[in-house]
Structure formats: structure tokens, C-alpha cells
């Protein structure tokens, strides 16, 4: 077993937690908390099953594993700086 096969687990865990709390204190929604639950659990997966990705990839009709969750880290990436774009452009006007 790889090292990063126990350390991405972990991870996960302490930042589902730390959304967790950040919801009961107010400051994350129920939609947030679940939307990073389901990524979190998804790099776990990743991490300990790393066939998964292989699975995904040809659902998709691409030929590797990694590149799938390359394309998936964009996509998400690309998502996040749109999404803070409009937060941005909103707040200016």
C-alpha cells in the first residue's frame, strides 16, 4: 500500500470535520458542506482504490486514470475561479 493511500484518507476526514463545524458555527451552507463531503470522499476513493479512476476514465472515453483526474482537477479549478468571478463582479457593482 502506498503512503499517499493512508495520507489521503486522513485528510479527507479532518477537512469533512472542519466543514462540519464550520456549518454548525454559520459559516458554510448545508449545500457547501456536502458538495466538499462528496469531493473528499471521491480523493479518498482515488486514493485507496486507484482502479476507480482507470473506470471513470474509459466511462468518459479517455485511456488513463490520471489523466481523467487531471481533467477532473481543472474542470473543478475552472469552476471555482468562474464562480469567484461573478462573486467579484457582483460585489463591484
Do not use: C, E, H
Request: aromatic residues 22%.
Amino acid at each position: 500500500m502506498y503512503l499517499y493511500a493512508l495520507i489521503f484518507p486522513i485528510i479527507s476526514v479532518i477537512a469533512i470535520i472542519w466543514f462540519i463545524t464550520r456549518y454548525f458555527k454559520g459559516k458554510n451552507s448545508f449545500t457547501t458542506v456536502i458538495l466538499w463531503s462528496i469531493f473528499w470522499i471521491v480523493v479518498s476513493l482515488f486514493a485507496i482504490f486507484p482502479n476507480i479512476s482507470i473506470t471513470f476514465a474509459r466511462l468518459f472515453g479517455i485511456t488513463r486514470g490520471l489523466d481523467f483526474v487531471i481533467i477532473l482537477v481543472f474542470v473543478i479549478l475552472f469552476y471555482t475561479v468562474l464562480r469567484l468571478y461573478f462573486i467579484v463582479d457582483k460585489m463591484q457593482n
